[in-house]
């Protein structure tokens, strides 16, 4: 899936605002799970909230990002996803919870680039809102779950740099065509 491109990092860290520059600009993109699942469970009275069952929680996640991976790979030309299949490895690292076998068995099966994108702690623009509830320390955490995670998954992981949105995305797109 080397159309498949893998954006992660803590929240509050500008991934959602490169992904969607990387979309106005006609690529394709993918939304990220977390905040769908945290609207949608909202929207129920559902009890699949991080600060309610991270369990449930962390299976919704993997169940949105499988069937966004589905979806993607039916699109031409690439694809960048905010987060992706090892967040969810790196979610359950960073709450300290074991790893299922049936998780890393998504990690094994639903594939993006061999190269993937973290965006790092930026305090600068770290801000909360109704379905970011982390702390900046909680953010830099995050970061480093998904530093551990993704390489356990088989993936090589590039920092982005601090900077405009515009030379982010031009510094991704520079990556990933270079490795093709």
Same mark, same amino acid.
């Given at each position: ?5 893998a954006?992660t990092?803590?929240? @509050? =860290?500008?991934? !959602? ?11 394709? =993109?993918? $939304?990220?799970?977390?905040?769908a699942?945290i ?7 559902? %009890? +699949? ?6 369990v449930?929680? $962390?299976?919704?996640?993997? &169940? #949105?990002?499988?069937?966004? %991976?589905?979806?993607? &790979?039916?699109?031409? @030309?690439?694809? /960048?996803?905010?987060? +992706?299949?090892?967040? !969810?490895? *790196?979610?359950?690292?960073?709450? @300290?919870l074991?790893?299922?076998? %049936?998780? #890393?068995?998504? $990690? ?5 680039h061999?190269? &993937?994108? &973290? ?8 801000? *909360?809102?109704?379905?970011? %509830?982390?702390s ?16 356990a998954? +088989? ?9 405009? /949105?515009?030379e982010? $995305? ?11």
């Open positions: 899936m080397n159309h498949l491109v954006v990092g803590g929240p @509050g =860290s500008g991934k !959602t605002t490169l992904v969607d520059h990387l979309a106005g600009l006609g690529y394709g =993109s993918t $939304a990220e799970a977390g905040r699942v609207r949608d469970q909202r929207r129920i009275g559902g %009890h +699949g909230l991080a600060w309610r069952d991270d449930l929680f $962390a299976e919704l996640m993997l &169940a #949105w990002d499988m069937r966004s %991976h589905r979806e993607a &790979a039916g699109h031409d @030309g690439l694809v /960048v996803c905010d987060r +992706g299949v090892p967040d !969810t490895v *790196g979610y359950l690292m960073l709450r @300290g074991p790893v299922p076998e %049936h998780v #890393w068995e998504a $990690a094994r099966r639903f594939r993006y061999r190269t &993937a994108f &973290a965006a790092p702690p930026w305090p600068e623009i770290f801000t *909360g809102d109704t379905e970011r %509830h982390q900046q320390e909680e953010a830099e955490r995050t970061f480093e779950a998904m530093c551990e995670a993704y390489p998954c +088989g993936y090589e992981l590039v920092v982005l740099p601090r900077g405009p /949105v515009a982010r $995305a031009r510094f991704l797109l520079e990556h990933v065509l270079s490795l093709q």
